[in-house]
């Protein structure tokens, strides 16, 4: 899966299946996350 899709999932998901407080971390630290599954593949 690609980081858009998940990121995508996740920002569906905010206040049903995700905490929707993780909204805001989520957001603020999408570059980091991003940069962090980037060097995994």
Do not use: H, K
């Not at 999408?30 to 940069?35: H, K, T, V, Y």
């Amino acid at each position: 899966m690609s980081f858009e899709q998940a990121a995508r999932i996740m920002c569906e998901g905010m206040g049903t299946q995700f905490d929707p407080n993780m909204r805001t971390v989520f957001l603020y630290s999408r570059g980091e996350l991003e940069d962090y599954y980037s060097a995994l593949r």
